[in-house]
């Protein structure tokens, strides 16, 4: 063989000698998957290709070049070639946020960014006890930062921190694998797709893990409810409008009445916004909406409550200090009772949602939710306890009236009536059974949906839950055809038409006469 011949063999192995290291050097450790790695880029290599990470020895079997790295989900982002160790093969890996000694902490510019601090801490500010989960069920309390590998990195960008001493559904275990089972959806989350980090809460600092953000799928009850809420929307603003354009039917019933229908109105519609796009609202916009909704939302039981009052404190017939005060004075209180008790709930709900009270406690506007929180018992204290006592308060006050129809009518059978008397009752009776089946229609969706509310998650009884918002969605139609649908209103309504049309023709009469006397 020539020197020119073994000159050429020699450079070809070393060509492909060449080529196989850099092949190697940027493929993935074999039966290693990416969470069990570490970044090695920083550690001392020794002589025979091996490193040292957090006092336990990588074999070079174990070590490879990456390109990139993997986030929540399993997506991959391009970085620089680094060198990175299968040392979860070795010793069982947890996840941290940031370095055990580093605090976390949210970008002024962008507040769903979090970075770790660079300075560390001369000591830990919370206590590295965990209690794990072992994989024959069993618990055992252990220091986390002795008896796992610990990781470094955020898995997400938006992510939050679970907090399971302020709610419930927060609650989370550590398995001994190193993997996160998050307790409220049973969903087991990898070292990938979670990060522990110490939070501060009242000058304590707890281990708690970060969550990325769960994708929400709207169910498919909640698109049903949000639909027939938005065609019942305008039937309610169209129900409001005919009563108050029609002077025969302008009243202190009217009124009550319009004052109850403008409250659901507008509370139906705040709730349709929220559900429409609750994940584009920032918290104060969520907060604002959320707040207005529950006023307006109130203010609904407080007026029907008003209109069951007036129509009981009428047909009764007692001479009380009520009736002694004119219908403006009369509204006037019904205004400070029906506006005044949900401005007053709302101000409380505010201060205490804003105060020191326990999560559990407050209810959730503005801060989890753009509306009550349902997960707990707060908002039965909030929202549904007080329309629970306030729909009880309309049942007796509807039989103590029925009670009195039947005796008053018995007594008009005993004795010749005057016509005036008989003409009175049966007008407060027809007030009388229109405020009864309007407050069929309020009550009862509202009773479905309180109790489906008191049942929680039972699937025996989501059935209730369920009837009463797609009943409470479809109220506007249902008052429409209640209120406006009716023989008198109808005549009223096609009176009021022709009424005008009758006036635009002798308008144009007029205009016809004058042209004609001028001798065009």
Known sequence: MSTHTYTLLRCGVLFILCCNTNINALSDIPNCVFEDTVNLTANTRFI???????????????IGEYDYIELYGGVRKQVAPHIRGCVCRIKKCVKFCCHPRANMYQLTTDPATVVCDEELNEELRYSPYVNVTLRNGSHVLMHVLDEFVVQQGIPCHGGYMLLPHLYDEDQWELHEDGTLLRLADQTRLTRRDYCLQATELDGTYMLNPM?????????????????????????LYLTILVY????????????????????????????????????????????????VAYYFLTAVFFWLNVVCFDVWQNFRGTKGNVQHLTQQKQFMYYSLFGWGMPALMTTITIGLQYSNLSHN?????????????????????????????????????????????????????????????????????????????????????????????????DNDYNIFFTIGDIYNAAQGL????????????????????????????????QSFSNVGSGGI
């Open 211 to 235: 969550n990325c953000p769960i994708p929400y799928e709207k169910p498919a009850t909640l698109m049903l409810n949000t639909i027939l809420m938005l065609i019942s929307a305008p039937f």
């Open 478 to 509: 249902l008052i429409f055809v209640l209120l406006v649908l009716k023989k008198k209103v109808l005549l009223l309504i096609k009176k009021r038409l022709f009424k005008k049309k009758h006036y635009k023709l002798a308008s144009i009469k």
């Open 361 to 457: 406690w407050k209810s959730g506007i503005g801060y989890s939710h753009c509306w009550l929180k349902t997960e707990d018992w707060s908002a039965m204290m909030y929202f549904y306890g007080p329309c629970l006592l306030l729909i009880i308060f309309n049942i007796v006050i509807f039989f103590l009236t029925i009670k009195k129809i039947y005796q008053i009518r018995n007594e008009l059978h005993m004795m010749a009536p005057a016509k005036e008397s008989t003409k009175k009752f049966h007008a407060q009776k027809n007030n009388i059974w229109l405020f009864f089946r309007l407050f069929i229609v309020m009550g009862i969706g509202w009773l479905f949906e309180i109790f489906g509310y008191m049942v929680g998650n």
């Open 244 to 291: 108050w354009l029609i002077p025969e039917l302008w009243n202190l019933h009217t009124k009550c009445l319009i004052c109850y229908l403008l409250s659901l109105a507008i509370g139906t519609t705040i709730i349709v916004i929220v559900n429409m796009g609750e994940s584009d609202f920032e918290d104060a916009v969520c907060a604002v909406m959320g707040f």
């Open 48 to 62: 025979n290709g091996s490193y040292v990470y957090e006092d336990v020895l990588v074999p070079p079997a174990l």
